[in-house]
């Protein structure tokens, strides 16, 4: 480059050369690829390095970055085309326009401030007379850049293309190429980011540096799990039965090959540490990077990082999802753990993560720069998934689909965690549906510990009474009043305020009836969680109503559960609260049960229930001790031949299209805007509760700003309503919005204090109105 070409200026004057940044880029970029298990890529890193940022050669580049012109310059567009045209093409005739190289270049280049484009969005800018301008002004100073590129092309461009088609065609031909381009942009950008932080933000390099440096080795983490195991109590027939499974999971993870598991032990069986141990030895056999663990709700994640972080220490445990808390510490360690997160969570840069579905998921399915940062270090990671059976039916295929990405392309070994496993690896299409777009899972899902029913016999300390009984909600409060200690789960948060308003009128006393339901915070559902465990412990008689937010992993142990009719899963799992513990005389009861004045359900709860009363119609038995696996995957192959469709945004139309795969044509932003596990609530509201209450007042009057920390510490006091319940809560003038930037006049929706209720949340003037939110 015979002219000094600068990719970023300091404020005091210091100058980063254009050399300089494709070095540290490339430096990084061939790193990623390498701990990703695919050094063979690692030339094509060095390639997206040396060409992401050749736009910002263009003159008009050059006077913007230097203050001599106001005018910006875009240069992503300008540097894709540069390195499209740079690389041979295939002749006419060809499905492919361009080679592979060429488009995953053209992709990632483009993006890689903006997001991944969709494809026909891309051809269109790279055709646009603006970029073609750019570029031929950038090309000018760019002549050893281009000779590097033509050698770059004789030495690996054969075998890379080679290798780039082997790779995306692992499981249908070519279905997998979106996957490498978002694994490719992954590296591109955290690269990008990276090397431009080191040079314009050198203190906050120090800090990302000091968070990511200590960490101890995976052989160290296991030593410490090994010794936190050694503790326990080696006594009796149930400890006896984990230790076997725990040695099961040890041994399997030391020898097993990359592939799908699944984890079956039943309640009490020691799952969460046992899952941990397999992972340890199976990260070790194959040189992972990482361990992830990935759980439904955030309640569970909370509960299941604590326990990790007391075993492996607070720094090599990162949590990461919305409602995260840095309480408990003074304020400036609470500001130091919350600069340390942050930092981490940009790109996963630690050995232990622990998040939710919704972050993982969308981040994998997401356009976005930011989401994309973490990617690479998914790849050659093992990854845990903890209660997969709330994978949601609507989106199913695309998770499947995006499973089998993980396996194939980036070489991720998966683990699935559940006591009602769904068989993803069946085929579950049907002659009988209009659409059969379900996705089977390329291979067989192999169990760590093979079901044993005399060494799980242990554990049977539930009767599941399976008949299902209907009750008017009085009648229903008599019933539970009769205990002096009890769970209620039903399927509505109407449902809930109902039961809870209805024990009350039988005389029980408010401390002695708890309500949990999303129409509280989180904030206020943990203290109310806790407030359970701590009753329990005492001995103190607790009636407990909740929706099935209390299902999936809370560790609570009620001698007593009643269950309104939903599918065997949601059974199953309600049967893990009761008697958790195995330590009561007598066996714990389950009792299913139907409100005859309760909402009417709809959507998937509706699905599951016609599917569980399908079988228990066509089935003998109505009482078990446990439920057999074998009546699980009935359940589940009935309740998957009722779902309409399992792709329901047309996700794979997006991004799997056989047609569109071939020539390497991906719409990766219309995938990103259509994948959103969490898309059924149309308002999100903060309400005055405990510390919420403080922070709202201070946004008022405008003495805190709404900064990320301060929003992410306003999460927990975040409640999502749907579109009726709004109208309710605006007619009783409830709700208004407050300016918390008065520069952008950024507004937040906020709830009234005489609209949160200490017991029940979120309230309206009508208690009666039904919510299409579960949960």
Not at 119 to 147: F, Q, V
Not at 174 to 198: K, N, Y
Not at 335 to 361: G, K, M, S
Not at 470 to 477: F, I, M, N, S, W
Request: hydrophobic letters at 35%.
């Amino acid at each position: 480059m015979p002219n000094l070409i600068i990719a970023h200026t300091r404020e005091d004057g210091s100058i980063q050369s254009l050399p300089e940044h494709i070095e540290g880029v490339a430096q990084h970029c061939t790193q990623f690829l390498e701990q990703a298990g695919l050094p063979e890529l690692a030339p094509l890193g060095r390639l997206l390095a040396q060409l992401h940022d050749a736009g910002k050669a263009q003159p008009a580049f050059q006077r913007y970055i230097l203050g001599k012109s106001d005018q910006k310059a875009p240069h992503s567009a300008a540097g894709a085309l540069l390195a499209t045209s740079l690389l041979p093409s295939y002749p006419k005739g060809c499905p492919l326009k361009r080679t592979r190289i060429a488009q995953l270049l053209a992709y990632a280049i483009s993006g890689h401030h903006r997001g991944l484009y969709d494809y026909g969005e891309l051809e269109t800018k790279l055709k646009d007379i603006d970029t073609k301008d750019r570029c031929k002004k950038a090309e000018g100073d760019l002549s050893e850049l281009m000779s590097e590129v033509q050698n770059w092309v004789k030495e690996h461009g054969a075998k890379t293309e080679a290798y780039l088609r082997k790779l995306a065609s692992r499981v249908e031909e070519e279905e997998q190429a979106q996957a490498l381009i978002r694994l490719l942009f992954s590296c591109l950008v955290d690269a990008d980011f990276l090397d431009t932080e080191a040079f314009m933000d050198e203190e906050r390099r120090e800090r990302r540096h000091e968070a990511a440096c200590g960490y101890a080795s995976l052989e160290v983490l296991r030593d410490r799990l090994t010794k936190h195991m050694e503790g326990f109590s080696k006594a009796g027939a149930i400890n006896e039965a984990r230790r076997a499974s725990l040695n099961q999971c040890r041994a399997h993870g030391r020898t097993c090959p990359k592939g799908y598991y699944s984890l079956f032990l039943p309640t009490g069986g020691g799952k969460t540490l046992s899952s941990m141990a397999w992972a340890l030895e199976t990260a070790l056999k194959h040189e992972a990077q990482r361990i992830i663990y990935v759980i439904p709700y955030t309640s569970i994640i909370t509960q299941t990082a604590g326990i990790f972080r007391e075993i492996f220490g607070e720094e090599h445990v990162l949590e990461h999802h919305s409602d995260i808390s840095f309480s408990g510490g003074e304020a400036s360690q609470e500001a130091e753990r919350y600069e340390r997160t942050r930092l981490l969570a940009e790109n996963w840069d630690a050995p232990i993560i622990v998040t939710t579905n919704v972050q993982f998921f969308e981040s994998l399915f997401s356009h976005k720069v930011s989401r994309n940062r973490k990617v690479h270090s998914i790849a050659n990671a093992v990854v845990v998934f903890d209660e997969v059976q709330m994978f949601p039916t609507e989106f199913l295929s695309p998770m499947l689909r995006l499973l089998d990405d993980l396996k194939h392309i980036y070489g991720t070994q998966l683990l699935f965690c559940s006591a009602t496993l769904p068989p993803f690896d069946k085929d579950h299409s049907s002659s009988f549906k209009r659409v059969n777009d379900y996705h089977q899972l390329s291979d067989a899902i192999q169990p760590i510990v093979p079901e044993d029913p005399e060494l799980f016999k242990v554990f049977d300390r539930v009767i599941y009474h399976l008949e299902e009984k209907t009750y008017a909600t009085e009648e229903l409060a008599q019933a539970l009043g009769q205990h002096a200690s009890a769970l209620c789960i039903v399927n509505s948060r109407r449902d809930a305020s109902q039961l809870y308003r209805a024990l009350l009128e039988t005389g029980k006393e408010a401390q002695d009836v708890i309500h949990l339901s999303r129409n509280m915070c989180s904030a206020h559902l943990k203290e109310r969680i806790a407030e359970i465990r701590q009753r329990l412990k005492e001995d103190i008689s607790t009636i407990v109503i909740s929706t099935q937010l209390i299902e999936a992993g809370v560790d609570i142990d009620l001698p007593i559960v009643y269950r309104a009719m939903s599918g065997l899963d949601s059974i199953v799992q309600a049967g893990g609260r009761c008697n958790r513990e195995g330590k009561r005389p007598a066996p714990g009861e389950v009792y299913v049960f139907s409100l005859s004045d309760g909402g009417k359900a709809f959507g998937a709860i509706a699905q599951g229930q016609h599917a569980t009363r399908f079988l228990l119609d066509n089935s003998e038995a109505q009482t078990y001790t446990s439920i057999p696996l074998e009546l699980i995957e009935a359940y589940y192959n009935r309740y998957y031949s009722s779902v309409e469709s399992f792709d329901t945004k047309g996700i794979g139309e997006s991004l799997y299209d056989e047609d569109e795969a071939k020539r390497w044509r991906f719409d990766f932003e219309q995938a990103s805007d259509a994948f959103r596990l969490i898309d059924n609530v149309d308002h999100d509201l903060f309400v005055p509760y405990a510390r919420g209450k403080e922070l709202i007042e201070e946004l008022q009057r405008q003495t805190l700003h709404l900064d990320r920390r301060t929003m992410r510490e306003l999460q927990q006091y975040h409640v999502s309503i749907s579109k009726g319940r709004y109208k309710e809560l605006m007619a009783a003038r409830l709700l208004s919005e407050v300016i918390v930037n008065r520069d952008t006049k950024q507004t937040i929706l906020v709830l009234a204090p005489q609209g949160y209720d200490e017991a029940l949340g979120v309230c309206t003037t009508n208690p009666l109105l039904d919510e299409p939110l579960f949960g």
